[in-house]
């Protein structure tokens, strides 16, 4: 029998790649755990073909949906609108891996920074946003449906040389994490969008 401990402690194998719209029922479940309001499988369906400034990866760990991530290009910022990882897959790294995949969806776009919400009650996230370079700029007060408040987050220009430098970095910390994440990461700045279907309309002519 195979050491569960061992197991644990491997370096992790995920393969990065735009979300599909077969992925919605994954990327719901993975919702419903770690969100208390998450979207639904048909919530996720509709972002992916109708909204047209959105951009959603997923990070594929033995051939099963375990992290996704999103944002909305709007003009020349990203807004970020989730990131979850499987309960069973976090402190792997993967959701380091969902927030750089976001980093380098947004300068594919040439966006200049990034925004987002996060609870102040959410101490790894804000950890994890803070080690990407995000700082508070504001609150938004009861934002949630249980009454808190929500951290207005964002990033300096992704851009500049400091923030390029902290990318470099940041991206041969995950390689030892998740071997092979760098050449991934460094591709996704390239990825084609599929053209989303407006709504209300018919792709039957």
């Known amino acids: 029998m195979r050491d569960v401990t061992s197991f644990i402690t491997e370096p992790l194998t995920a393969t990065l790649r735009p979300m599909r719209v077969d992925d919605a029922a994954a990327a ?3 919702e419903r755990a ?18 047209r400034v959105a951009r959603y990866a997923v990070a594929v760990v033995g051939g099963d949906v375990a992290a996704f991530a999103g944002l909305w290009v709007v003009l020349d910022e990203g807004h970020v609108v989730t990131v979850a990882v499987a309960p069973h897959l976090r402190r792997r ?9 976001l980093t380098a969806i ?7 920074s990034l925004t987002l919400e996060c ?22 007060k009861r934002y949630y449906a249980d009454g808190e408040d929500a951290l207005i987050m964002a990033t300096e ?3 500049s040389a400091a923030y390029q430098e902290r990318l470099r970095r940041l991206e ?3 390689e030892a994490l998740i071997p092979g994440s760098a050449i991934q990461l460094r591709a996704v ?15 039957i002519s």
């Open 28 to 30: 719901a479940a993975i």
């Open 119 to 140: 609870r102040p009650s959410n101490e790894a996230a804000r950890a994890l946003y803070r080690k990407y370079g995000f700082y508070e700029v504001g609150r938004r």
């Open 157 to 159: 220009s992704l851009r």
């Open 93 to 101: 790294g993967l959701g380091r891996l969902m927030v750089h995949a």
């Open 172 to 174: 041969a910390e995950l």
């Open 106 to 112: 947004a300068l594919g776009h040439e966006l200049d």
């Open 189 to 203: 700045q390239g990825w084609e969008w599929p053209a989303v279907q407006p709504e209300g309309s018919s792709s």
């Open 34 to 51: 770690s969100f208390e309001r998450g979207w639904t499988p048909a919530a996720f369906r509709r972002e992916l073909t109708q909204n």
